[in-house]
């Protein structure tokens, strides 16, 4: 639809910034709204009539601007930062040129769009990065429980497995006394905050496990989790981050988007690939690196197929499972690193739950 007006809203905390384009008079016109002022925003907006379209870049204040635009019946887009073309000569920065900036990007179609989750979904997301946060915190918590018996030379030396965190080791570690006060105090605080993250941990997957449950979202875990080194935790993440996979017309796409490609520098003649391009989404990146090592570890591909799954989905997880297993064996095998190794075929195991999932979406998957 063709929208003669461009809104740039230059968004902050306290503050939006905004300028309205008309791009058949060229006319520039600049606001300032509080940035709690949003039914004042939406008030001038309308003041257009129907005629104008808005546009914000990407941040840390998230999709409730766009729903509230969208709400009053405002069409409103949200820009990939890492997409917008900015004049590399230009050294001035307000938030006035900005927003007349976004304005100008807007109105010559130069805008590439974010995707916006449904506010469900993005709850979804929001319960598996927490997830994530507490699996970092519990590490720092843990190390700094066992740097401190390095430090005092303390050793476990009961009965059962002498590995860290195992059963006996605990009850040991819990035990322990410090050789002076101030030493007790600290060690008493990683310990339990170590305790209370394992318990967070453990309470954030029962609550995942439970919504993998759902009849929403229940097929698509079960044939996600028929890959090789996709568990739930994992499926969810999947699919609280992407939703739709089917919004990339091919596998290659969906790799590329993940930053699971490698980068290139080439010119004439000359080819230069280099390491991958870490860029878009990196909570799906890690989670599939993370996924993608368990082919190094194991000796089969065999993995149980989980009940609910399709015959024809079971079909392609296993040829995918040996096909990754495969890869894997094969390329370490070779002169090539073991990190290089996993995130070739962390790429290829992203084609094949891209294939999955748009399968169980009821497309037929591209061929790239």
């Not at 005629?51 to 949200?78: H, M, N, T, W």
């Not at 990939?80 to 938030?95: E, M, Q």
């Not at 009965?159 to 006996?168: P, Y």
């Not at 101030?182 to 339990?192: N, T």
Request: aromatic share 8%; net charge positive.
């Amino acid at each position: 639809m063709y929208y003669p007006i461009s809104i740039g809203l230059d968004v902050h905390l306290k503050s939006i910034s905004a300028s309205s384009l008309n791009v058949e008079t060229g006319e520039l016109t600049q606001r300032w709204f509080d940035g709690a002022d949003t039914a004042g925003l939406v008030e001038w907006i309308l003041s257009f009539g129907q005629r104008a379209q808005a546009v914000y870049e990407s941040g840390f204040c998230g999709f409730a601007l766009k729903r509230a635009l969208d709400s009053a019946g405002i069409p409103c887009v949200i820009a990939a930062v890492s997409k917008l073309a900015k004049p590399a000569g230009d050294r001035i920065k307000t938030d006035k040129r900005d927003a007349a900036f976004l304005a100008r990007q807007l109105a010559a179609g130069n805008i590439v769009a974010v995707h916006v989750p449904s506010i469900e979904r993005e709850g979804m997301r929001d319960l598996s990065r927490a997830l994530d946060i507490v699996r970092v915190n519990l590490v720092s918590a843990k190390l700094r429980v066992v740097q401190t018996h390095h430090r005092y030379g303390l050793r476990y030396h009961g009965e059962g497995s002498t590995k860290a965190w195992a059963v006996g080791w605990r009850s040991w570690a819990v035990s322990l006394k410090m050789p002076s006060v101030g030493a007790q105090h600290a060690y008493d605080s990683h310990m339990a905050e170590a305790l209370r993250l394992i318990d967070e941990k453990k309470r954030i997957e029962s609550l995942i496990h439970k919504w993998c449950d759902d009849d929403s979202i229940k097929g698509k875990v079960a044939a996600l989790t028929a890959l090789k080194g996709i568990s739930k935790t994992g499926a969810f993440c999947l699919l609280s981050e992407i939703g739709e996979f089917s919004r990339f017309g091919k596998a290659s796409g969906f790799s590329s988007f993940l930053g699971l490609v490698p980068s290139e520098n080439s010119s004439g003649n000359t080819t230069r690939r280099g390491n991958i391009t870490k860029t878009g989404n990196e909570h799906v990146r890690k989670a599939l690196i993370e996924s993608a090592w368990c082919f190094a570890r194991v000796k089969t591909p065999y993995k149980k197929t989980p009940e609910g799954v399709s015959p024809e989905i079971a079909s392609m997880a296993k040829k995918a499972n040996t096909k990754l297993f495969d890869k894997c064996k094969r390329m370490r095998n070779t002169t090539k690193q073991p990190c290089i190794v996993n995130a070739a075929v962390a790429r290829e195991m992203a084609c094949w739950i891209w294939a999955v999932a748009t399968t169980m979406e009821g497309r037929l998957p591209m061929h790239s």
